[in-house]
């Protein structure tokens, strides 16, 4: 069974500050994608990544793939109050079309 | 509008009823996937579809739970004799592409269907 773990599971920060966010498993995955969710709406993609190692920038938001293609993280640098949301990773494992989510990030940044 | 659409949004149904929910993915997109999530959590796969070909429902938590896209479209989700823990969010999402080794499609969400049963 492929697993994706995120942490932390809860992260309250102030407006301005950096974080990360981890997705990892002991499996390898073809690809790999970030989506953020906000309160009574369904997932919205922000990234994928496919290649290890690939780095991926979007404004503040930073995405890295690992080189084994087994982990992820996602790095916000200043964070302001509308990063506020659920971030998920997703990942496709190999020879399979069954993408599966980690259990999520909240993430609530104060102004 | 031009996106995913669940029907219906809110089920409320008491235990024992079946439910069928739908799903009317974006026009020409080839997967279909359906997932349950709880309140805060990520989506947890149930099945996926490509074209009409049900590729995968190992998610499906038992024999109650079945789905089906008959014509490669609309998809509907049935869950029989239903009980109080299949009380979630069952969301339903569609991507244009199929996806394999060398590329993942977005999928688009639609705004889920509320399973509540008492």
């Known amino acids: 069974t492929q697993l994706l773990e995120q942490s932390p599971q809860f992260l309250s920060i102030q407006e301005g500050e950096n974080l990360t966010v981890y997705c990892n498993s002991s499996s390898v995955f073809s690809s790999l994608q970030w989506y953020r969710q906000e309160p009574g709406e369904g997932p919205v993609l922000l990234v994928t990544?496919?290649?290890?190692?690939e780095v991926k920038k979007l404004k503040r938001l930073t995405f890295q793939f690992g080189d084994a293609r087994k982990d992820s993280s996602l790095h916000i640098t200043a964070a302001q109050p509308g990063d506020t949301g659920l971030y998920l990773c997703a990942g496709l494992p190999s020879n399979t079309g069954k993408l599966i989510f980690g259990q999520g990030t909240t993430l609530q940044v104060k102004p | 509008g031009a996106g995913v659409s669940q029907s219906p949004r809110y089920k409320v149904t008491k235990r024992g009823q079946d439910v069928a929910l739908r799903c009317d993915p974006i026009s020409g997109h080839v997967s279909l996937y359906w997932y349950r999530q709880a309140l805060g959590q990520g989506p947890e796969f149930l099945t996926y579809?490509?074209?009409?070909?049900?590729?995968?429902k190992s998610g499906l938590p038992n024999d109650r739970f079945s789905a089906e896209r008959p014509e490669g479209s609309i998809s509907t989700l049935t869950i029989q004799r239903t009980e109080q823990r299949d009380s979630a969010m069952y969301r339903c999402?569609?991507?244009?592409?199929?996806?394999?080794?060398?590329?993942?499609?977005?999928?688009?969400f639609g705004e889920g269907s509320r399973l509540t049963v008492l």
């Open positions: 999402a569609s991507s244009l592409i199929r996806p394999g080794p060398t590329n993942t499609g977005e999928l688009f």
């Open positions: 990544v496919v290649t290890g190692g």
């Open positions: 579809f490509n074209y009409e070909a049900q590729q995968d």
